[in-house]
């Protein structure tokens, strides 16, 4: 049985709840499908110690501040997900839950878009399916053989998990930074932090407000047809939440370059010293879950689909919203997603205007 809607929104995390507050204000009829059996998005699967580098005020979704988290500034990700709980519900928000999106394909004036428990079509479809269920792991030499344990930042959960072992974490990011921190805070296990560059920390006094304030501040100066003042990237590539700072300021967070292979038990560097390890944890980002339009044809370099905005270059009838920057200025935060949201939903009603 196919069923019909105007528009359906993949994905409800908070890219797709936000495009759904959108849509619900403009009295578009839409459904949301999440592949989630609960609500929460990526959020629901972080480690135990994560928590946002804005405080709840500037963290919040369109329509609804977050609640501030009783002592704490930065809230952790269980408050993130009671919020997203909260705001799904505020707004009655269409969502179906435990959908798997197969498959989008052209369909006459609209498109179809199977899932494992039936078939939609919808005059446009925005995606919002974010990027944590597509790890990213480089093809280093040896990876294969090593026999140690491997996993990669979405399946790190605590610092308990590795107590007595010797760990590499691998990546200069955010994460790499925090999940080494983690590590090194508790003293449980023996930790190597390596990094394909020197880690470069924002200013202690950066925290997410900041980055918001830059991202908006380029997007008017390119908007403008003025100087591109550079993405956030530019300041730095770690921001010193608590945790990272006091584990850097006490000596305990040393990068060291990257290894140049891996063996059956270890790693062994440039200057062919071996190093024996029993797991190594790899923090080196996100590709753009997007296989669902494989039947479309829409993707070119890095796996992108070319988007004016949010809207697909070779398919009008298809948004994108909340991967990065290429789909809108700090698109995939919490507080940055409002903006490109609302603008995809309006250029989507006028779409869809007799």
Not at 28 to 41: F, M, R, S, T, Y
Not at 72 to 78: G, S, T
Not at 256 to 270: H, N
Request: glycine share 12%; proline share 6%.
């Amino acid at each position: 049985m196919t069923q019909r809607t105007d528009v359906v929104v993949i994905g409800g995390g908070q890219a797709g709840l936000a495009a759904g507050y959108h849509l619900r204000r403009l009295g578009i009829e839409h459904v949301i499908l999440d592949a989630q059996a609960a609500p929460g998005g990526a959020w629901q699967h972080t480690w135990d110690s994560l928590h946002l580098f804005s405080p709840a005020q500037y963290s919040s979704l369109p329509g609804r501040l977050m609640p501030v988290q009783e002592g704490a500034l930065y809230p952790d990700a269980a408050h993130v997900v009671d919020y997203l709980a909260d705001y799904e519900k505020r707004y009655a928000l269409p969502v179906q839950r435990g959908t798997w999106v197969e498959s989008v394909h052209r369909d006459g004036p609209g498109l179809r878009v199977e899932t494992d428990s039936g078939s939609w079509t919808a005059r446009a479809v925005i995606s919002a399916t974010g990027t944590w269920t597509r790890p990213f792991l480089p093809a280093v030499p040896g990876r294969r053989e090593y026999q140690g344990r491997q996993l990669h930042t979405v399946q790190y959960r605590s610092p308990s998990d590795f107590t007595g072992q010797r760990v590499v974490v691998v990546g200069g990011g955010n994460s790499g930074a925090q999940i080494a921190a983690d590590l090194a805070g508790t003293g449980t296990a023996e930790l190597t932090w390596v990094t394909q560059r020197r880690p470069r920390y924002l200013a202690d006094d950066i925290d997410g407000r900041a980055l918001f304030d830059h991202a908006t501040a380029r997007r008017r100066a390119l908007e403008e047809g003025r100087i591109d003042t550079g993405g956030v990237a530019s300041l730095g590539d770690i921001v010193a939440v608590p945790p990272v700072r006091a584990a850097r300021d006490a000596g305990l967070l040393t990068a060291k370059p990257m290894f140049t292979r891996l063996t059956a038990t270890g790693v062994e560097w440039a200057d062919g010293t071996q190093t024996q390890t029993d797991a190594v944890i790899w923090c080196t980002g996100f590709r753009p879950a997007l296989a669902h339009f494989a039947a479309l044809r829409l993707r070119g370099t890095r796996g992108h689909i070319a988007t004016v905005g949010t809207r697909a270059v070779d398919e009008p009838r298809l948004h994108l919203l909340g991967y990065g920057d290429w789909t809108g200025p700090a698109s995939a935060t919490l507080i940055g997603v409002g903006r490109p949201a609302r603008d995809a939903t309006r250029e989507i009603a006028e779409f869809l205007r007799p």
